[in-house]
């Protein structure tokens, strides 16, 4: 990953207040989720926030690594696990490309919102590989923002410039889809939701 957390961390009291903009897709997504877990899965989420989806997983499965690089957003995200009562998440704050852990440590992993933020999404979904169990699963959903107001391309590296937005990647749903496939994944599962956004189960064979 690449950027600096100093904008997620202005930005955590915000992004933690924010509504979930299609809460039947969210809903769904959870449930799709749920159908790759079982009551002994280790799973992971990287970029996970103030931590809803993994305090949402967390009663299914037996133990959830949460990470991002924001401190704020953990803080938020622990606080909330807190209080829902929740004790099989462990938060870490860290990157991809910086966690240290074993390869093949994790039966799913999770990266919601956050492959079009990252400077290199192939290496990032290698690094998700390495780190599956054969026959594990990548979970992702992706917006794609060269489907949906390309006309942000030219707009937003001026605002990231000036500190307004986070680095942001553009690429289409069928890219993403050509990057974990050759990263060695099968695709178990593919939705769009809406225009310009893209959710992913795919399997490390």
Not at 111 to 123: F, K
Not at 140 to 155: G, R
Not at 191 to 198: C, E, L, N, Y
């Amino acid at each position: 990953m690449s950027g600096s957390p100093r904008f997620w961390d202005r930005m955590a009291a915000r992004y933690a207040k924010s509504p979930i903009r299609n809460e039947a897709a969210y809903q769904e997504k959870l449930r799709i989720t749920r159908e790759y877990f079982s009551a002994d899965s280790q799973v992971m989420e990287f970029g996970c926030g103030t931590g809803t989806t993994a305090i949402s997983h967390a009663p299914f499965v037996e133990h959830i690594l949460a990470t991002d690089f924001s401190s704020k957003m953990l803080d938020i995200a622990r606080g909330k696990a807190e209080a829902a009562g929740i004790s099989n998440i462990a938060f870490e704050c860290t990157s991809i490309d910086e966690l240290a852990t074993d390869n093949q440590s994790f039966d799913v992993i999770m990266g919601h919102s956050i492959l079009h933020l990252v400077e290199d999404r192939d290496a990032v979904i290698t690094k998700v590989h390495g780190l599956l169990k054969t026959g594990g699963y990548f979970i992702s959903s992706t917006v794609c923002l060269d489907e949906n107001l390309p006309i942000l391309k030219y707009v937003l590296p001026i605002g990231r410039l000036v500190g307004l937005v986070p680095l942001v990647r553009f690429f289409t749903g069928q890219q993403l889809i050509e990057s974990v496939r050759q990263a060695g994944f099968e695709i178990a599962h593919q939705w769009q939701p809406a225009k310009g956004s893209v959710f992913i189960v795919a399997k490390r064979i």
